[in-house]
């Protein structure tokens, strides 16, 4: 498998989250932060970037608000990022040219175009980030939900018994390592809000094991504990968080050495893979607590079904604004121009002089 797929982060209460910042900050790296507004031409270079190198192990990062658009790649092989840099991801040079610079696709668009265009994109701008608050609130009453279910969970947990099952299922997957060294901890999206629901990447060539968990504490302790245990052991980690339910819940992880991939299904996800081992979490909860809960953990289960409608309804508004403004700058754009840019960056990749 040369590509793994996910999301460049994902919506929370707080508004847009991502870790990607830490892979622009590596200097081993050098990333092109590319600039420039809606219908630029962002998604469209990156995508033709990442076909020009077929056979090339990367990651490709999607736009949680467009899934059909690229918000990054990273060239593994060639140590090359490509990031869209503007908002609600916003990032900048830590070492400008050293290690990272702008590429300004403003440069390739007729001012006096967007200026004559002025009233019509303001207008849409702000009804884009109206729908986007809107998206926020409902995410926010989401997580209060959630929440609670987690708390029942919590108090409902039989941490001894979880805890002992983790300790088998680590010995079972996780091989002993020469190596004393520690593995790394890293952060990669897989699922994410989007307007066309909360959707989930499953990497091609993995092993993928499902924990069913209604009540979210159990999984994530599972997900926290076995992330411990296999970076002891020299094992490299990345987690995929559930952004929407509590912004630091680990919901995923992958082991890339071993191309294992552990997913949780809860509530929000409603997830639904081919898994080797489908473990139900119902067996670590004490049943008198959870059946005493009944009734609030069924309302919370249909508010968390309606809000999240809600928010992606939201989403799906704001994408409808989003087009329009693309459509301004469309227009306004010197796409022969970047075309030229295009070839210059894949010779730059490549190792050849740009003609």
């Given at each position: 498998m040369n590509c793994l797929t996910c999301?460049?982060?994902g919506a929370s209460p707080s508004g847009f989250r991502t870790h990607f910042g830490e892979?622009?900050?590596?200097?081993?790296f050098h990333t092109y932060i590319i600039k420039g507004g809606p219908g630029t031409g962002k998604s469209s270079l990156m995508k033709r970037?990442?076909?020009a190198f077929p056979d090339e192990k990367k990651e490709i990062y999607h736009c949680s608000s467009d899934p059909d658009s690229l918000d990054a790649v990273i060239f593994l092989e060639h140590k090359t990022i490509f990031v869209d840099g503007t908002a609600p991801h916003c990032f900048d040079p830590e070492y400008p040219g050293a290690v990272q610079q702008i590429l300004d696709l403003g440069a390739y668009w007729d001012e006096s175009s967007l200026r004559r265009a002025k009233e019509g994109i303001i207008s849409a701008t702000a009804d884009y980030l109206q729908y986007h608050a809107r998206c926020r609130r409902y995410t926010t009453a989401l997580a209060a939900v959630s929440g609670d279910?987690?708390?029942i969970g919590e108090n409902a947990l039989d941490s001894e018994k979880l805890e002992g099952f983790i300790g088998r299922f680590s010995k079972k997957?996780?091989?002993?390592?020469?190596?004393?060294?520690?593995g790394k901890l890293s952060f990669r999206q897989l699922s994410?809000?989007?307007p066309k629901g909360y959707m989930t990447n499953v990497p091609e060539g993995y092993t993928a094991y499902l924990l069913n968990d209604r009540f979210y504490a159990g999984s994530e302790k599972f997900l926290r504990e076995f992330t411990d245990i296999a970076i002891k052991k020299g094992y490299d980690i990345s987690v995929s968080l559930c952004t929407l339910h509590n912004e630091d819940a680990f919901e995923h992880i992958l082991v890339p050495e071993l191309k294992i991939a552990i997913f949780s299904a809860n509530p929000i996800n409603s997830l639904v893979i081919s898994a080797?081992?489908?473990?139900?979490f119902k067996r670590f909860y004490d049943k008198n607590i959870v059946a005493a809960k009944k009734s609030r953990i069924k309302f919370n289960e249909s508010a968390a079904k309606n809000l999240l409608s809600e928010a992606v309804s939201s989403l799906v508004n704001a994408k409808a604004e989003h087009d329009g403004l693309e459509a301004y700058y469309i227009d306004a754009v010197d796409f022969d121009s970047i075309n030229r840019l295009c070839y210059?960056?894949?010779?730059?990749?490549?190792?050849?002089?740009?003609e």
């Open positions: 999301f460049l982060g892979y622009i900050a590596d200097p081993a970037l990442a076909e279910t987690s708390q997957v996780l091989p002993k390592k020469q190596s004393d060294a520690e994410a809000l989007t080797k081992q489908p473990i139900n210059s960056l894949i010779s730059k990749i490549s190792g050849e002089s740009a």
